[in-house]
């Protein structure tokens, strides 16, 4: 039997994950209480913080791969987006060039409340899933965790960025340099 400090699924990378997906999912959870001036800089904080975390994840063998549960349903996803999208309101919508997509050079049209809820759900399955009693539970969790930040949300972290970077800070056309000199 592993002792519990040699197991990968319970090493300091994944209990920081763990905390910072719980920081996650408690701000989604209460976004209708943050004003509006207020969801853009804690953003801004957060998701960096998810993808550093993400991208430090260790590799997890599970024992028992039959015990990977997913907990957040399509009626959660259509609520909480639902809730994102009246928050981002005009802001919500933007446009991106997919880069994993067949036409890489057309710009597509993406959702703020799309990008974070999809985050939101991996990141919400992990949490639940690791809270649950027992290793095998633990070690999935973990494991899912890690492969979904490679195919699914840690591009929509990235994504997410891009926009709440440029909403923060304009770009300055040239001529307006001397103005930071």
């Known amino acids: 039997m592993t002792h519990k400090n040699d197991e990968p699924a319970y090493s300091m990378p994944v209990i920081d994950m763990l905390k ?28 960096p913080l998810l993808y550093l975390k993400g991208s430090l994840f260790p590799n997890i063998i599970m024992d028992d791969p039959e015990a990977n549960e997913r907990f957040f349903t399509a009626e959660q996803w259509e609520g909480t987006f639902g809730v994102l999208r009246n928050k981002f309101n ?37 949490v639940l899933l690791y809270q649950k009693e027992g290793r095998a539970s633990k070690q999935n969790a973990a494991h899912e965790c890690r492969s ?16 709440v970077h440029s909403r923060k800070n304009p770009i300055v056309p040239a001529d307006d340099y001397d103005d930071f000199i």
């Open 90 to 126: 005009t802001e919500d919508e933007f446009w991106i060039l997919d880069l994993e997509g067949p036409d890489e050079t057309n710009p597509i049209k993406a959702s703020i409340s799309e990008l974070l809820t999809d985050i939101y759900q991996d990141l919400k399955d992990f």
């Open 20 to 47: 910072v997906a719980n920081e996650y999912c408690l701000f989604i959870e209460r976004i209708e209480n943050f004003p509006s001036d207020e969801l853009y800089p804690f953003i801004q904080k957060l998701l």
């Open 148 to 163: 979904l930040f490679f195919s699914h949300w840690g591009i929509r972290v990235i994504d997410v960025l891009k926009i």
